[in-house]
């Protein structure tokens, strides 16, 4: 099975803080993902690449910026956080072809802005 | 920018009983539809998926999908308490890369 691996799993910052969270796969995909999960939004995406360097933006990319830095590195970088961008962060990856939507998550990075 | 909403937002059922749950989608052009579902602190993981208009049966799990009438669904035969998560329903536009969730339905089953 595919194998998404997020750090920190834990992180507390303070309003105005900066944070990095970190993603790898290991199964050559060519499709990364970052996504935030709120009680009562679901899944909402904020940024996602389909390649090194390639970046596009997502449904909800405000405060946020990303790099991909090889195929298998995905940073997520919050330059001042919010309270609001206390949420649950799930990375993703997909892809060796046709990208059907079968994508493989992380077991998510929880962020708590004070 | 595709909008996909699902109903109810919780469920009960009990233990041998048939889970149903319903998901619209408003982009036309979308072609792959999936079902994720999510156990308590873990990530999500893909159920199952259809591309095709009708029924798609994997064991205990049914998808069904009209793409004339915007809509997508899952049914859950013989329900195990296991089975109790978070299911969300994805769909992708063609060639986009790009998955869109619903906010989820939450799976109780009952003893």
């Known amino acids: 099975e595919a194998a998404v691996t997020q750090s920190p799993r834990n992180k507390v910052t303070v309003t105005g803080g900066n944070v990095t969270l970190s993603c790898r796969q290991t199964n050559s995909h060519n499709y990364m993902y970052w996504y935030r999960q709120d009680t009562g939004h679901g899944l909402r995406l904020i940024h996602y690449?389909?390649?090194?360097?390639?970046?596009q933006i997502g449904d909800v990319p405000d405060g946020y910026k990303a790099t991909r830095t090889t195929q298998e590195d995905f940073f997520l970088l919050l330059e001042l956080a919010s309270p609001s961008q206390t949420s649950l962060y799930f990375c993703?990856?997909?892809?060796?072809?046709?990208?059907?939507?079968?994508?493989?998550f992380g077991e998510g990075s929880k962020l708590t802005v004070l | 920018q595709q909008k996909v909403q699902q109903s109810p937002e919780s469920l009960i059922v009990p233990e041998g009983g048939m889970a149903s749950l319903n998901c619209t989608f408003s982009?036309?052009?979308?072609?792959y539809f999936w079902w994720y579902r999510q156990h308590s602190g873990e990530g999500p993981k893909a159920l199952m998926?259809?591309?095709?208009?009708g029924d798609k049966k994997e064991g205990r799990f049914t998808a069904h999908l009209n793409k004339a009438s915007l809509y997508v669904s899952l049914h859950i035969k013989d329900s195990q308490p296991s089975d109790s998560a978070l299911y969300f329903c994805?769909?992708?536009?063609?060639?986009?890369?790009?998955?869109?969730f619903g906010d989820g339905t939450v799976l109780t089953v009952k003893p």
């Open positions: 994805a769909v992708s536009s063609t060639n986009t890369g790009k998955l869109t």
């Open positions: 998926s259809i591309f095709s208009n």
């Open positions: 982009d036309r052009n979308s072609q």
């Open positions: 690449s389909y390649g090194a360097g390639n970046l």
């Open positions: 993703a990856s997909s892809g060796t072809g046709t990208n059907t939507g079968q994508l493989y």
